[in-house]
């Protein structure tokens, strides 16, 4: 642990016993890795104001109530941002804050419902440890001047809130969240810059004599990039009898030049944001559901009608890089990324756009269009990021979001990812000229074979 909590914690003459666990990304897989249950885990939450910081602590499976919060303290906090919470804990890891306040000399206020507990267990500032004691050994190190009030509630009683409404999700929304999010995003003007690479493929696409070995060059210098597509074209996905050992014969021989091209881009944009792994819009989550519908899209693009087939490549990508938005959000604005992620584990009723927009005032597919206009990205790619929930937009290159959203409809199917209505879209199915049992049979063959697509998912998240 932090030297600074256990030189804390032997000044303190304190009694604790240490869990140590494998590494892990959250408090949940932490107590699971332990065996123990998640509501006897703590956690802290930094606030600030005019008048400072406070550390507000409560147990791991409760949800902070701002409004409750502010109206108890008659103040107007906010959440620390991630840049100056690691200048605070700089002995710690990411994300791992001790809910121990006198050792990072900050005032805090403690949740009545830590009244239940008998055993307080909390990390001390790393993903690896848990510290485990008596309650009342936790109140001493708190101290005697400790504040004390009611300000979260468990996350699964958030659900009862929720009657369906909009009035209903804005009440329930607008109670857990901070002002200050909206704010920051209307005031977002610095979208993140195109990655090197990604700028390379764009640049060698709107060359007409370009070719393989161009191509292969640039996917070369990074290996990381080139191993995953290598290992596509070596998977049962294209079924090439032998094995392919270079870039160049996988891109003339088994996956073909624009194939590559808007795989290596999509890839390469993708890996450029990093946001936390778990969570229902965590990077394991991303990925999973980015490479299912990218190959779902593609396959059902095949099937269209002659004159309305889309070329693959372009088709894979749509369905690759549909909710780019949602990694812009977590990989600019982690501490609203946290609530929305936890908002929606706790509420996985609530339609996700709508959540966003209200806690958020903007929603991925938003995010998502903007950041690729701005990076000059084919039309039929913005068009499908913008519109992928919307069964009304037949607009110009309506086909790419329309078979997006098609592909996410029959995913959800099979429990992966989230869709705002249930069912397979029948007018989308007819303009388009597809069957719903060509769907179904296909994606039922995505989820035979997935071994392939599960571990470039896995690979993709790491």
């Not at 999010?181 to 060359?207: G, M, N």
């Not at 996917?219 to 049962?236: H, K, M, T, W």
Request: aromatic share 8%; hydrophobic share 45%.
């Amino acid at each position: 642990m932090p030297e600074n909590i256990r030189e804390f914690l032997d000044r303190k003459d304190t009694n604790y016993e240490i869990l140590l666990h494998h590494r892990t990304a959250t408090l949940g897989q932490a107590a699971d890795a332990c065996e123990l249950p998640v509501h006897q885990l703590v956690r802290a939450v930094i606030l600030v104001d005019a008048q400072g910081l406070l550390m507000a602590v409560l147990p791991a499976d409760h949800v902070l109530d701002f409004e409750a919060l502010c109206t108890l303290l008659h103040r107007d906090l906010e959440l620390v941002p991630g840049s100056q919470l690691a200048t605070i804990f700089e002995d710690c890891e990411p994300r791992s804050y001790p809910p121990l306040a006198p050792a990072y000399n900050l005032n805090v206020i403690v949740d009545t419902a830590l009244d239940e507990l008998d055993v307080i267990t909390f990390e001390p500032g790393v993903h690896t440890t848990l510290i485990q004691m008596t309650s009342s050994e936790y109140g001493k190190l708190l101290g005697d001047n400790t504040l004390r009030g009611t300000f979260s509630r468990p996350a699964s009683t958030l659900r009862a809130d929720f009657d369906g409404s909009d009035a209903s999700l804005s009440h329930v929304v607008d109670q857990f969240t901070p002002a200050r999010v909206k704010r920051d995003i209307e005031e977002f003007h610095e979208l993140p810059a195109l990655p090197a690479t990604a700028a390379q493929i764009l640049q060698l696409a709107a060359d007409p004599r370009a070719n393989a070995r161009q191509l292969a060059d640039i996917i070369e210098q990074d290996p990381g990039l080139s191993a995953q597509v290598l290992r596509y074209a070596n998977s049962s996905l294209y079924g090439y009898a032998g094995s392919i050992k270079n870039l160049q014969t996988a891109i003339a021989r088994v996956l073909g030049f624009e194939y590559v091209l808007n795989l290596a881009l999509g890839f390469s944009i993708g890996k450029s944001l990093r946001v936390p792994q778990d969570g229902p819009f965590g990077l394991d989550a991303f990925w999973k559901h980015s490479v299912y519908s990218a190959r779902l899209v593609e396959q059902l693009s095949q099937l269209l009608p002659k004159k309305m087939r889309l070329p693959r490549g372009t088709a894979y990508l749509a369905g690759l890089l549909q909710n780019l938005g949602r990694l812009v959000l977590g990989h600019t604005f982690q501490p609203e990324f946290f609530i929305l992620n936890r908002f929606a584990q706790a509420n996985p009723d609530m339609p996700t756009c709508e959540l966003e927009r209200h806690v958020l005032g903007v929603t991925h597919d938003q995010i998502g269009a903007w950041l690729m206009e701005a990076w000059g990205l084919p039309d039929e790619l913005i068009v499908a990021v913008r519109h992928h929930h919307d069964e009304e937009y037949w607009d110009r290159h309506a086909s790419y979001p329309q078979l997006v959203l098609i592909a996410n409809r029959a995913l959800a199917m099979h429990g992966l990812g989230e869709t705002d209505k249930p069912g397979l879209p029948a007018f989308c199915l007819q303009m388009l000229g597809l069957e719903s049992h060509q769907v179904i049979e296909i994606t039922e063959k995505l989820f035979e074979n997935c071994d392939d697509m599960n571990d470039l998912a896995r690979r993709l998240a790491a």
